[in-house]
């Protein structure tokens, strides 16, 4: 847990320089520095999702993703710079009712919420939110691509220990309380893909043909039980088929306690 | 068009109002030795719900609803809640379990043939999990899966008409399943046949599952799921009720001599299937599979993962009877106990003692030679220690290690143990007494407390008795200790007890 305590400690001795420089004229207010992006080089790999109009093999281009995922503080920020993402602001169809109601108002959350992430966000507001710091939230292949790695892997979806780990997360109850950002970097620098919250992708309602549960022709492929152990390659990956299972539960203006996200943003070079 | 539209109309009326006629096919599961066809699901629409919608009661294991008491259609609105909860698979170790209703099994629904089911799903906010549920009761694609995905913090609804009676098994079907149902998603929808059940005395609802951990049987703390195990169908605990205290002590089943019990019983797996036995009762009466028809007078009777029975038997004879899994090894290693605990007045006409069940002595091939050379050194009176020890060992195996296991160590929570017992030790004199007369009610062994039956054994002989408890006090880590025959004679004959009892 040593990186845990070395997070508080950073952020910690933020908030005090900058109250030292009297930055700061609310009394409820959490520094926000820019956002760390980490550079993910490209390449190929194997997805779980064995689609028909995806290759078994997926050509991921060069990005920049989010070292953290956003947190509350960061959202926060945001809501204020941009107040018709406000709770008591936004449109129904943009979020539904529960959207940020864990915060203590409609701009304030509490000193411990800070440096936790981000949850009860619509997919819309996420969108909106990666597009403040000119990204965009990743595809489900480059989420799923940077999340295979462990710490000293790029992919290390082989290795018992990085599945386990996840498992370990989805057998612990969830309070709504989650813990704060910055555990381990991975192999590439980026933090908490695993084991912290759900997190939001571009195209998480593209992840399955049929939304219509009344085609009974042509059924979902994980509403029915043998389906869902068709569609994946190897079984080992239901850990991370089960990811895909939340996000294909959700619409976009949905919120749950335990669903954040984070952005990436297309590599400048490759990307004219 | 028109003529035929109305002679449709006018028979689904007819069917609705004349539930005589409808009805009369299920008055078999009455007299199921006929073994009448139902109609099945073809004759088991009874037309639209009648009256207000009825909010079901639902209700946590073991117990059951009351029966519905109706005799026309209803329209049955059932409100089921998702949780995810961190709960105790074994005194101190926990699992988080996934859950109909907060329980494992999930609350049991109960409705009646020709209902119309308004079911709401409802996934509570703080999980992490979408999930579903798949109804066997339900006749349609998916048994409801597909109408029923909900993300956490949301609520499904979906509405069916029970076409067929019987008990059935519900389960989520959300991807992994097999993972969802190990985490304890399933429970039972009774589908009462129209005239309803025979009244019993007492209605109790237990479901067996297994379980696959990462840790070992036992092991503290929190436990994690582990696949390998569950796809090797190498279960870490094999339980009633979701914990391997569910059913045993302050929470056994609870009966008295003299009446009628029912158990709705259902195995939720995922993988295995189950030999369920009561060892000392007999069922009266099976309807094997959870279906229409019974067998009668059965000892043991199968019980396929997803599947379920209905058992009804009449007890006779006080005490503690023990609801296994007679693969058995599951019962004794993986936890598939429960106890149902019978309270009344003794019928020796029936039964000249208190027992457990005598079925496993034959698993103990016992070698005689050490207990017929203690006899003939007790004759000549040149009986040692060891010789002692080597008989009572003997015995000992062939008798009380049904109960306290071979190494003494007894079974958690059921059997108390002999090995480093404080309890013995107190007094080791009483345990003349114990094996003699039996030993009925609450007491405390190192720390933990049994309420159980352990039966008199007086139909052992005086130097059977004096070797065995010489055995026990000889083995395990005990403090040695030696009985002899004359003092186990000495107490045979100032407590009066009946004779030949047990094994």
Request: charged residues 20%.
């Amino acid at each position: 847990m040593n990186f845990f305590d070395s997070s508080v400690k950073r952020a910690a001795s933020r908030r005090g320089h900058r109250l030292a420089a009297g930055m700061i004229a609310l009394a409820l207010a959490f520094p926000v520095v820019a956002a760390e992006y980490i550079a993910i080089p490209g390449g190929a790999y194997q997805s779980v999702l064995p689609t028909a109009d995806t290759p078994l093999d997926v050509i991921i281009k060069p990005m920049s993703m989010r070292a953290e995922p956003v947190t509350n503080a960061e959202f926060l920020a945001f809501v204020r710079s941009h107040p018709q993402w406000r709770r008591d602001k936004v449109a129904g169809v943009f979020a539904e009712s529960r959207y940020l109601d864990h915060w203590m108002g409609d701009q304030s959350i509490s000193d411990a919420q800070a440096r936790q992430p981000i949850v009860k966000v619509s997919w819309f507001a996420a969108q909106a939110y990666c597009e403040s710091e000119d990204a965009r939230l990743p595809s489900w292949h480059e989420w799923e691509y940077v999340a295979a790695a462990d710490e000293t892997h790029r992919d290390a979806r082989n290795d018992p220990a990085w599945r386990n780990r996840i498992l370990g997360w989805y057998s612990k109850t969830s309070n709504g309380d989650p813990e704060w950002v910055g555990g381990a970097p991975n192999a590439y620098g980026v933090r908490d893909l695993h084991g912290l919250v759900w997190e939001w992708v571009d195209d998480f309602n593209a992840l399955f043909v049929s939304a219509d549960n009344r085609n009974q022709g042509d059924p979902d492929l994980l509403k029915f039980c043998g389906a869902g152990a068709l569609s994946m390659q190897d079984r080992d990956n239901y850990a991370v088929l089960m990811r895909i299972a939340m996000l294909s539960s959700l619409k976009g203006a949905d919120v749950t306690g335990n669903v954040g996200f984070r952005c990436v943003r297309p590599d400048q070079e490759t990307t004219p | 068009m028109k003529p035929v539209m109305i002679a449709i109309a006018l028979s689904a009326l007819l069917l609705g109002a004349c539930s005589s006629e409808t009805q009369a096919p299920s008055k078999t599961a009455l007299a199921a030795s006929e073994k009448v066809d139902t109609g099945g699901s073809a004759k088991g629409d009874f037309g639209p719900p009648q009256g207000e919608p009825i909010h079901a009661i639902l209700t946590s294991p073991p117990e059951v609803p009351p029966a519905t008491g109706r005799t026309a259609p209803a329209k049955v609105i059932v409100e089921l809640e998702v949780r995810e909860l961190e709960m105790e698979i074994s005194e101190g170790s926990t699992y988080t379990f996934w859950t109909f209703g907060g329980t494992v099994p999930g609350s049991f629904i109960r409705v009646r043939q020709g209902d119309t089911v308004e079911f709401h799903l409802k996934n509570h906010p703080d999980s992490k999990m979408p999930h579903n549920i798949d109804l066997h009761g339900v006749t349609g694609p998916g048994g409801g899966a597909s109408s029923s995905f909900t993300a956490p913090g949301h609520e499904s609804q979906f509405t069916f008409k029970a076409l067929n009676h019987g008990l059935f098994v519900y389960h989520c079907a959300t991807a992994p399943v097999g993972m969802h149902i190990a985490n304890g998603m399933y429970g039972m929808i009774l589908v009462e046949p129209p005239e309803g059940l025979p009244p019993v005395d007492h209605e109790y609802y237990v479901m067996q599952g297994d379980f696959y951990t990462v840790g070992k049987y036992r092991e503290k703390g929190l436990q994690a799921f582990d696949m390998q195990k569950a796809i090797d169908e190498n279960p870490t605990y094999v339980l009633f009720n979701g914990s391997e205290g569910a059913l045993i002590n302050e929470k056994a089943l609870k009966a008295r001599t003299g009446e009628h019990v029912r158990l709705f019983m259902g195995n939720g797996g995922p993988n295995l299937v189950s030999s369920f036995h009561v060892i000392g009762e007999i069922f009266d009466k099976v309807w094997y599979e959870g279906g229409t028809h019974y067998q009668e007078n059965v000892q043991t009777t199968l019980i396929p993962s997803g599947g379920a029975m209905m058992a009804d038997f009449h007890v006779e004879v006080p005490g503690s009877y023990v609801l296994v899994d007679h693969s058995i090894f599951r019962a004794f290693n993986k936890g598939a106990l429960a106890i149902l605990k019978v309270d009344g007045e003794e019928d020796k006409a029936i039964y000249s003692g208190k027992e457990v069940d005598s079925v496993y002595l034959g698993d103990k091939a016992v070698s005689l030679e050490p207990v017929t050379e203690a006899r003939d050194a007790a004759v000549s009176g040149t009986l040692t220690l060891e010789q002692q020890i080597a008989a009572g060992k003997a015995h000992y195996t062939g008798t009380c290690s049904v109960c306290h296991q071979d190494n003494g160590e007894g079974l958690a929570g059921v059997f108390p143990p002999l090995a480093k017992s404080d309890f013995l030790s107190k007094d080791p004199e009483a345990a003349i007494h114990y094996v003699l007369n039996g030993l009925v009610g609450k007491i405390t062994v190192n720390g933990k407390e049994y309420d159980s039956v352990m039966p008199p054994m007086s139909q052992l002989n005086n130097d059977e008795i004096a070797n065995i408890l010489t055995y026990v006090f000889n083995s395990w880590g005990n403090d040695d200790g030696r009985v002899s025959a004359e003092q186990v004679g000495k107490v045979r004959k100032e407590t009066p007890r009946s004779e030949g009892a047990a094994h």
